[in-house]
């Protein structure tokens, strides 16, 4: 008893000896992969940093969704940066709040896209500090949103050298619905131009076109089929574009890796009503904030990145925001044979766009 | 922390020495946060009830021996980059044991979980700086156990059990957190105490 005893006293001591091994932190290095928390207020935000710190300039990935947890996402190398963009700088991933990691309790404040705002910032400062380097922020999709609010929000006293938007709509709120739809349907309408001219599904496409021809604007109707043009809308969506470029589903091994060596609790994540209620309150907040109307107060430098068969924000939607910022340097880059994530669909494009920008 | 130590304090008495209070049986086991994330935990079991029943089974008689036991115990857990978990959950468990010597035991648990945070920074002002951050909750968990007496014949001092659970941590965001952990340990049992 006293022997089992003495034995378990001894594993315990050195399992936490070894478990307080570490390096000095935030040393710079090619190849580094730093795991820590950035204490905001009551909330402990998980970051990553992998890559190559030595270059000077670390890029702040914001996770999209709302409600994925970023830190799978580059557990796995979901986006498969690995070997491209984190040879040459490095990312840095962190968990938006409540989406991944579950430590203590935490509020979400009264407005949670301006909660999150605010844990950008903090993350952003603190890299900016721990590594002395320039920070570039690269959002996609609903995070090129918030990285949009943080630039309006900041403005001048931003702390990034620069902002890369990759696939960010802008028109989630309600009163902009007239405009989502008429980009959705000049998107559409592109897309059929495009596709015909090189003979891909040509009687598909015409069709298309027809319709689109009786239809010059996609709106509600009245009576009781209220939503039947969106709905065609989706469907030929569904069938002629999303088909070509459907989102990268994770492997059976990627799921595997994240339910049992992830860098949080994966029972909370995968128990998240919590992370649905979260998301609900965003879009809700988003139906309310003008984001369109207050684009010409982005004044950063911005870099545009988008997939020319986006149907979730497309290249129309991207180049009115382009028209939009008061950026006096700003870029945009429609790439082609992409769709949502235009990082997975055409990865050495987006990889070379994305080094071709940092390194001016 | 003041939770922890009263947690201990009242684990003390049934750890402690005295022949009245000796355990019947000592558990020690790996004990894995989501099964991969290594720790290490150990217990001691007092059997609180003990009756038999005998049953007719195809024309054999057998005779099952069944326990009301609790458990005080002690362990930690370390998830690389997330946290580090040290907790003492005593367990309140029903237990079926076969001639065979093999048992099933179905436990609940309530206690005290804390954990360590590592890696947290704070930046103040221009300048960043470390801190050492530890979450309080209370526990309650949830457990079933498979075990098989692999020296029943000779002197009937040891067994294996496999344990899978669940402990639900609070309070937290939004109400609480759950875990999944897998047991997996040896059972010694004392002198004096009984077979598992």
Same mark, same amino acid.
């Given at each position: 008893?006293?022997?089992?005893?003495? &034995?378990?006293?001894?594993?315990?001591?050195?399992?936490? %000896?070894?478990?307080? /091994?570490?390096?000095?932190?935030?040393?710079?290095?090619?190849?580094?992969?730093?795991?820590?928390? *950035?204490?905001?207020?009551?909330?402990?935000?998980?970051?990553? *940093?992998?890559?190559?710190?030595?270059?000077?300039?670390?890029?702040?990935?914001?996770?999209?969704?709302?409600?994925?947890?970023?830190?799978?996402? %580059?557990?796995?190398?979901?986006?498969?940066?690995?070997?491209?963009?984190?040879?040459?700088?490095?990312?840095?991933?962190?968990?938006?709040? &409540?989406?991944?990691?579950?430590?203590?309790?935490?509020?979400?404040?009264?407005?949670?896209?301006?909660?999150?705002?605010?844990?950008?910032?903090?993350?952003?400062?603190?890299?900016?500090?721990?590594?002395?380097?320039?920070?570039?922020?690269? &959002?996609?999709?609903?995070?090129?949103?918030?990285?949009?609010?943080?630039?309006?929000?900041?403005?001048?006293?931003?702390?990034?050298?620069?902002?890369?938007?990759?696939?960010?709509?802008?028109?989630?709120?309600?009163?902009?619905?007239?405009?989502?739809?008429?980009?959705?349907?000049?998107?559409?309408?592109?897309?059929?131009?495009?596709?015909?001219?090189? &003979?891909?599904?040509?009687?598909?496409?015409?069709?298309? @076109?027809?319709?689109?021809?009786?239809?010059? @604007?996609?709106?509600?109707?009245?009576?009781?089929?209220?939503?039947?043009?969106?709905?065609?809308?989706?469907?030929?969506?569904?069938?002629? *574009?999303?088909?070509?470029?459907?989102?990268?589903?994770?492997?059976?091994?990627?799921?595997?890796?994240?339910?049992?060596?992830?860098?949080?609790?994966?029972?909370?994540?995968?128990?998240?009503?919590?992370?649905?209620?979260?998301?609900?309150?965003?879009?809700?907040?988003?139906?309310?904030?003008?984001?369109?109307?207050?684009?010409?107060?982005?004044?950063?430098?911005?870099?545009?990145?988008?997939?020319?068969?986006?149907?979730? /924000?497309?290249?129309?939607?991207?180049?009115?925001?382009?028209?939009?910022?008061?950026?006096?340097?700003?870029?945009?880059?429609?790439?082609?044979?992409?769709?949502?994530? /235009?990082?997975?669909?055409?990865?050495?494009?987006?990889?070379?766009?994305?080094?071709?920008?940092?390194?001016? | 922390?003041?939770? #922890?130590?009263?947690?201990?304090?009242?684990?003390?008495?049934?750890?402690?020495?005295?022949?009245?209070?000796?355990?019947?049986?000592?558990?020690?086991?790996? #004990?894995?946060?989501?099964?991969?994330?290594?720790?290490?935990?150990?217990?001691?079991?007092?059997?609180?009830?003990?009756?038999?029943?005998?049953?007719?089974?195809?024309?054999?008689?057998?005779?099952?021996?069944?326990?009301?036991?609790?458990?005080?115990?002690?362990?930690?857990?370390?998830?690389?980059?997330?946290?580090?978990?040290?907790?003492?959950?005593?367990?309140?468990?029903?237990?079926?044991?076969?001639?065979?010597?093999?048992?099933?035991?179905?436990?609940?648990?309530?206690?005290?979980?804390?954990?360590?945070?590592?890696?947290?920074?704070?930046?103040?002002?221009?300048?960043?700086?470390?801190?050492?951050?530890?979450?309080?909750?209370?526990?309650?968990?949830?457990?079933?156990?498979?075990?098989?007496?692999?020296?029943?014949?000779?002197?009937?001092?040891?067994?294996?059990? #496999?344990?899978?659970?669940?402990?639900?941590?609070?309070?937290?965001?939004?109400?609480?957190?759950?875990?999944?952990?897998?047991?997996?340990?040896?059972? #010694?049992?004392?002198?004096?105490?009984?077979?598992?």
């Amino acid at each position: 008893m006293k022997k089992t005893l003495f &034995g378990a006293g001894i594993l315990l001591t050195v399992a936490l %000896a070894l478990s307080s /091994c570490r390096k000095e932190p935030f040393e710079l290095g090619t190849a580094v992969n730093d795991s820590f928390h *950035v204490e905001n207020g009551d909330y402990l935000i998980p970051v990553l *940093v992998r890559g190559n710190t030595a270059s000077g300039k670390i890029l702040l990935y914001i996770q999209g969704g709302p409600g994925y947890a970023s830190l799978d996402f %580059a557990h796995i190398d979901y986006p498969e940066w690995k070997n491209t963009l984190e040879k040459d700088f490095a990312v840095a991933y962190y968990d938006q709040r &409540g989406m991944g990691n579950w430590q203590g309790q935490y509020s979400q404040g009264d407005n949670v896209s301006a909660t999150w705002v605010d844990d950008l910032s903090a993350v952003t400062d603190f890299l900016s500090t721990a590594y002395d380097a320039d920070i570039v922020m690269l &959002g996609h999709s609903f995070g090129g949103g918030l990285m949009y609010e943080y630039m309006i929000a900041k403005g001048d006293a931003a702390t990034p050298v620069a902002f890369i938007a990759v696939d960010a709509p802008v028109t989630t709120d309600s009163e902009q619905d007239t405009l989502r739809w008429k980009f959705r349907r000049e998107f559409l309408w592109n897309t059929a131009q495009l596709e015909l001219s090189r &003979g891909r599904r040509v009687e598909q496409w015409e069709e298309v @076109v027809d319709w689109l021809n009786a239809h010059p @604007v996609i709106e509600l109707l009245p009576g009781d089929n209220e939503y039947e043009l969106m709905n065609q809308w989706n469907e030929y969506v569904e069938d002629l *574009v999303y088909i070509d470029y459907p989102e990268k589903l994770p492997t059976v091994g990627q799921y595997a890796k994240v339910a049992f060596a992830s860098r949080y609790n994966p029972i909370s994540y995968l128990s998240g009503r919590y992370r649905g209620e979260i998301a609900s309150r965003i879009l809700l907040e988003e139906m309310v904030v003008p984001l369109t109307s207050q684009l010409g107060e982005i004044t950063q430098d911005l870099l545009i990145v988008g997939g020319r068969f986006d149907d979730i /924000c497309p290249p129309e939607e991207e180049l009115y925001v382009f028209d939009q910022v008061s950026s006096a340097n700003k870029e945009i880059h429609i790439i082609d044979h992409a769709g949502h994530t /235009c990082y997975t669909d055409q990865p050495e494009a987006f990889y070379e766009i994305i080094k071709t920008y940092l390194n001016q | 922390m003041r939770t #922890f130590i009263l947690s201990l304090l009242l684990s003390v008495p049934f750890l402690s020495t005295a022949q009245q209070l000796r355990p019947a049986t000592v558990d020690v086991a790996y #004990f894995g946060e989501t099964a991969t994330h290594p720790g290490l935990k150990v217990a001691a079991t007092y059997p609180l009830k003990t009756w038999t029943k005998t049953k007719d089974k195809r024309g054999t008689e057998i005779t099952l021996e069944k326990r009301i036991e609790l458990s005080p115990n002690l362990g930690f857990y370390h998830h690389c980059h997330f946290q580090t978990g040290l907790f003492s959950i005593p367990e309140l468990a029903y237990t079926r044991l076969k001639p065979s010597g093999r048992y099933l035991s179905i436990g609940l648990g309530a206690g005290y979980l804390g954990t360590i945070v590592p890696e947290v920074y704070r930046l103040h002002g221009s300048e960043w700086e470390r801190s050492f951050t530890t979450i309080h909750y209370a526990a309650a968990s949830a457990s079933l156990t498979l075990g098989k007496d692999r020296n029943t014949v000779g002197t009937g001092k040891l067994n294996t059990y #496999f344990k899978p659970q669940c402990i639900y941590a609070f309070p937290g965001t939004p109400r609480g957190v759950w875990y999944l952990a897998l047991e997996v340990g040896v059972r #010694f049992q004392t002198l004096g105490g009984h077979k598992n």
